[in-house]
T-cell receptor, first 112, second 114 residues
């Protein structure tokens, strides 16, 4: 089946620090990969996605590269802001099992 | 544009009570989903509906029923609530099922069963 493993949180960083949140996956079939973000009190919203190997998804200064050889999709940002404080979920879906499978989420707190 | 709307936002139930969580989307999406979110567990799929008139079980369907009332609405019913069903529930929708398809989420319902 499909599964997603994320680095455990919580993660606390100072403003302008470099961020990496690790995500690895196992999939039956060829996956598409997603990062969703959940701001306090809100539902999840799509942050970025990549649909084939070596694709890089990017949005709001965040990036993630689909690495098939290491089955990874790590989320990075060069300089985080207080407004980036949220819970981040890595997710995947595949042909034949097209419902999203989520990781456990990583809570990120940025301190000024 | 409201997107996905869930009601209620908060609910407290006693063990054994029943309730229905309502979800409606105004994006003309075909597929709709119910997830629950628990600490350390991420989001787990309870039920989904690929199109109007069809529903299927997800990862954790026990204790729940669903109805796809029409294309817009997808409700989740707890017939006899249990403390293990204390969770945050999210409804989501997507234009179609497919590996590239973005899902849109409601703001969630925080349910406590005492």
């Amino acid at each position: 089946g499909n599964s997603v493993t994320q680095m455990e949180g919580p993660v606390t960083l100072s403003e302008e620090a470099f961020l990496t949140i690790n995500c690895t996956y196992t999939a039956t079939g060829y996956p598409s990969l997603f990062w969703y973000v959940q701001y306090p009190g809100e539902g999840l919203q799509l942050l970025l996605k990549a649909t084939k190997a070596d694709d890089k998804g990017s949005n709001k200064g965040f990036e993630a590269t689909y690495r098939k050889e290491t089955t990874s999709f790590h989320l990075e940002k060069g300089s985080v802001q207080v407004s980036d404080s949220a819970v981040y979920f890595c997710a995947l879906s595949t042909f034949g099992n097209e419902k999203l499978t989520f990781g456990t989420g990583t809570r990120l707190t940025i301190i000024p | 544009n409201a997107g996905v709307t869930q009601t209620p936002k908060f609910q407290v139930l006693k063990t054994g009570q029943s309730m229905t969580l309502q979800c409606a989307q105004d994006m003309n999406h075909n597929s709709m989903y119910w997830y629950r979110q628990d600490p350390g567990m991420g989001l787990r799929l309870i039920y989904y509906s690929a199109s109007e008139g069809t529903t299927d079980k997800g990862e954790v369907p026990n204790g729940y029923n669903v109805s796809r009332l029409n294309k817009r609405e997808f409700s989740l019913r707890l017939e006899s609530a249990a403390p293990s069903q204390t969770s945050v529930y999210f409804c989501a929708s997507s234009l179609k099922q497919g590996p590239n398809t973005e899902a849109f989420f409601g703001q969630g319902t925080r349910l406590t069963v005492v």
